[in-house]
């Protein structure tokens, strides 16, 4: 079975949160997995407005520490603790985010209830963070104002599923059914070979998923994002404010259809939008104009990668 | 004219945000200004849905160090930065919250665009935190398990007003009339007197609203809230939870009531509700077998003081 891999945005704007917009948050499921990709304030009330359980979440990611990116978290760290969760959660984020909680928990005097494990990320590469049966998380650097990263959930195979007819015709062994699952060709006692080809179905490709939160137009991305099937890319503005948004480390659309192009990816996602645009329409037109496969990041709504 | 004096509630929930309710928040009007009291998360789209500007805020009172009372402060912070507020504001707050804002801000490396003092409140008696022409603002401490203070706002006389038919009548010079409405009588250069009785309309009453965020029953409050016009008292749990709420430093809504009996005061509003309550009507008719004058709070409202 293919585990559904998958993000639901619950926030996608940027700065002031405006038009119904709030800021960034999303959640990706793999599998029985929910992971928590920056948690702009009010992430709460979006989850619970479209029915995410955030008790599931259990490795959260934190891109950088402007406000609008993670001043959600102490709420929901805080909320765990008062819904007495135990099972543990992992905070990957940048140095200072560990002070930041720290700070609060210190004066509001509160021990929390669950193990809680932060791990400073670094805006120098490709990093592994989290290495999982299924699929890999990893974070790798973008430019902004602040040290952020962008991060990366590459699927992992599983075990190969049986040709069923296979199977029962020549009624293997559970040691040949494990190797062959595996991707290793098995031979019995009787020195009989069989081949991973000829009793297991293809491997359906691999799928990934990548976030820029926020970044300047920056083609060195391209290593990271190459070939995803689905990119997620700030496109805080239009081609009318090209400037400001080199001024202010962060993209157009048409500049993030331009990283999605060279990348080859899939599809690509926009999101953090300035709040001076009300109606998105003409910015996905920029987008489009350079990258067909671009749509607009909806608050509620999941995308299947 | 008198100035309105006014309270709309933002938000009335206590701990996990359920129900459609939110965390603590409320605006304070009193003629043009606009103060604002606690700041939990989420209170700007709060503010946006009930159409209060917050931009008009300038002047902010935080009770305690506890999330649901202040977390949508430094996002609050910040928005006003974003929209490159220039005017001075003014923060009071228990020790810690300005650790807690500077940490925050060292790590985005804000330095914000507008003056903002911070002023460290005290839980040890009634203390005059701002004096203006029409009102002052006292904290008083509350009962709770961490420092905390209530907030008294009580109004000051203005300027009398004139009864017109006299004014008219015996054509008074502009010193008789600024010495009348300042409540002083007059003597002119015959030696003629004028009484500011007879001159003004008799003085409108002071009005007064006490909020008291979080606390456990606590009687000494009396001294506070002696005959306010309105209290705000937190009633976190209905009779059912006497106990949870002694454990917590919270109150029951029966107990809210008996504060405000025993301080005279003339109406209660009761907020700060327990999720684990749907449904307040029952909690409401708590308050009510001990003080008929008591009312929920409902956010959107504007309860006049």
């Known amino acids: 079975m293919i585990p559904e891999f998958e993000v639901t945005i619950l926030g996608n704007t940027s700065s002031i949160p405006v038009h119904g917009r709030h800021h960034t948050a999303q959640v990706v ?11 702009g304030e009010a992430m709460q009330l979006q989850a619970r407005a479209f029915k995410i359980r955030v008790s599931k979440i259990n490795t959260i990611f934190i891109s950088h520490l402007h406000g609008d990116h ?13 819904a007495k969760r135990t099972s543990p959660l992992t905070l990957f984020g940048p140095q200072g985010l560990d002070e930041i909680i720290t700070t609060h928990f210190r004066w509001s005097n509160t ?31 973008l430019k902004h104002r602040l040290p ?17 007819e296979k199977l029962q015709q020549d009624n293997l062994s559970f040691a040949a059914i494990q190797s ?31 976030y820029c939160s926020d970044t300047i137009y920056n083609p060195d991305l391209k290593p990271y994002l190459e070939n995803v099937d689905l990119l997620y890319h700030e496109s805080t503005f ?17 500049q993030a259809a331009e990283i999605a192009k060279i990348s080859g990816v899939k599809k690509l996602l926009l999101g ?14 920029e987008a489009k104009s350079v990258f067909p496969s671009s749509i607009l990041s909806e608050e509620g709504q999941t995308y299947a990668i």
């Not at 993670?70 to 008062?82: A, C, E, P």
């Not at 952020?148 to 069923?164: A, D």
């Not at 948004?245 to 659309?253: D, E, G, I, L, R």
């Open 148 to 164: 952020t990263t962008g991060f990366l959930i590459k699927e992992k195979h599983g075990l190969r599923s049986m040709i069923k």
């Open 238 to 254: 239009m081609e009318d404010n090209r400037e400001r948004a080199a001024v202010t480390f962060h993209s157009t659309a048409k």
């Open 29 to 39: 499921r793999f599998g029985q997995d929910f992971l928590l990709l920056d948690c």
């Open 70 to 82: 993670y001043l959600g978290l102490v709420g929901l760290l805080s909320s765990y603790h008062l």
């Open 111 to 141: 021990k929390l209830s669950y193990p809680l494990t932060f791990v400073q990320t670094h805006d120098d590469g490709l990093n592994l963070l989290l290495d999982t049966p299924r699929y890999q998380v990893y974070s790798f650097p």
């Open 180 to 210: 062959l699952r595996k991707g290793i060709d098995y031979k019995d006692e009787n020195g009989k070979k069989y081949k991973v080809n000829a009793y297991t179905h293809p491997l359906p490709p691999l799928r990934s998923y990548a």
């Open 272 to 285: 953090h939008f300035s709040s001076r645009y009300t109606d998105l329409e003409l910015m996905l037109g």
